[in-house]
């Protein structure tokens, strides 16, 4: 990456103001129930704590709506990181800016951790004021990026902050801009792209960004819908985007101008219904029943995308094949995770649903990356600059 990192920086005794995205899910009973996001800022936080730095965290919880809301309290997130980072202290404060903020910081010792209270407790945070990343600023005296989840979101403390102090990236940063820009910009090939989920409309910028780019982009999900649709297939009771056909018609018409394989499902899982237990059969696209619906890719389109996958030289995913959720049309979903953890290939899972996926699957420690961000890792497949990066000094 060319950007700064926390190796540039002779850190003993320096204050690192460091923004994490510890938004991670909890339960009714305050309890984390995934802690990925947290444990993928240890490296950071630990590189910081041995260099000698006093590590000051920031991160936002939820959506509070800038005002304090102790449901959206990181307390339960301070505690949890003391159990993980084990030795060494950790502290909060109920507060991320003012003079017990201050007091707080002043009291760090030499690898001490500090982490604040939810910054978007302060309106000031979502809207990137000035005087809220000001305040921010004199916590610190190197402001490190290390939220790559929140990295498409133009706040105070992700990027207003870089107006007053030094920034650099911190490793989970410059792991999910590396690995993803270099397989963006020069993959090693064949590149295969496979992107699924609900909607087209919710994925044409990357759709259109990656036609370029991949030998071969393999369409699934719900979106594969209005691309059949538009060829002329009859997808009966299918979730089709009626006013997303003229874009899909587009699409396809792209993807021949950059002579890249665009493919479709041959077959699918075709329900009676959009429940659990609805009655199912495989169907070619060309012989669904007036009273059926397209919930998942059928084994012949699971089959054609597994070779795909297995020849490729880099793969990235974004979006589930079907209606994961429901083991009766997982099956797309789960083959295309156990392919893409036999390929001999860079391979790269980005966006909610399919991190749940290979989660739910086993298989994340077998990608070369998962992505932490889902709303980032998606503006990023885009190609759009993220103005959390944008935001820390060039090399
Ligand atoms: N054939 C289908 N018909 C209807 N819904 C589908 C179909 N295939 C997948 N889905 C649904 O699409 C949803 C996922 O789509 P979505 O675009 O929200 O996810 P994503 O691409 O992982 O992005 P995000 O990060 O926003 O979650 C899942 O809930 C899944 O059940
Ligand atoms: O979970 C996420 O995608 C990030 O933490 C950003 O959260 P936001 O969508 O509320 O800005």
Not at 305 to 319: C, D, H, L, P, R
Request: with cysteine; aromatic share 6%; proline share 3%.
């Amino acid at each position: 990456m060319a950007k700064k990192t926390i190796e540039d920086i002779e850190w003993q005794g320096k204050r690192a103001l460091v923004r994490v995205d510890f938004n991670v899910p909890m339960n009714d009973a305050g309890e984390i129930t995934d802690d990925t996001r947290i444990r993928a800022a240890l490296p950071t936080i630990t590189y910081l704590k041995e260099h000698g730095a006093r590590v000051i965290l920031m991160s936002h919880l939820g959506r509070p709506k800038g005002e304090r809301n102790d449901k959206y309290s990181l307390r339960p997130v301070a505690e949890h990181l003391q159990g993980l980072l084990g030795e060494g202290h950790v502290s909060f404060v109920d507060d991320c800016i003012g003079e017990k903020v201050k007091e707080a910081v002043a009291a760090l010792h030499e690898g001490d951790v500090l982490l604040l209270e939810n910054v978007r407790f302060y309106a000031g945070e979502e809207k990137n004021r000035a005087d809220l990343a000001e305040a921010l600023a004199e916590l610190g005296d190197v402001f490190v990026n290390d939220a790559f989840g929140t990295a498409h979101r133009a706040h105070a403390s992700t990027a207003g902050v870089a107006d007053y102090l030094p920034s650099v990236a911190g490793y989970l940063m410059e792991k999910e801009v590396g690995i993803m820009g270099e397989a963006l910009a020069s993959p090693k090939r064949p590149f295969v792209a496979i992107i699924g989920g609900a909607k087209v409309s919710d994925k044409i910028q990357v759709i259109e960004n990656l036609l370029p780019k991949v030998d071969a982009l393999l369409i699934g999900g719900g979106m594969a819908n209005t691309f059949l649709a538009v060829q002329g297939y009859d997808m009966a009771k299918s979730l089709v985007e009626a006013d997303a056909l003229e874009t899909a018609g587009k699409l396809l018409e792209l993807a021949k101008q950059h002579g890249s394989r665009l493919l479709l499902p041959t077959d699918v899982i075709a329900a009676k219904a959009f429940a659990a237990d609805a009655e199912h059969a495989v169907r070619q696209v060309n012989e669904i029943e007036a009273d059926e619906m397209a919930l998942d890719i059928g084994p012949d389109s699971i089959a054609l995308y597994q070779k795909e996958i297995k020849s490729a030289k880099t793969v990235i995913w974004n979006g589930p094949m079907g209606v994961f959720e429901m083991p009766a049309f997982a099956k797309g979903t789960f083959a295309i995770a156990q392919a893409m953890v036999e390929a001999d290939a860079t391979t790269i899972v980005g966006g909610g649903d399919s991190v749940a996926a290979v989660e739910q699957a086993g298989v994340a420690s077998k990608m070369s990356h998962v992505s932490t961000g889902g709303g980032a890792s998606l503006e990023f497949l885009e190609g759009k600059a993220l103005p959390g990066v944008e935001a820390i000094a060039d090399k």
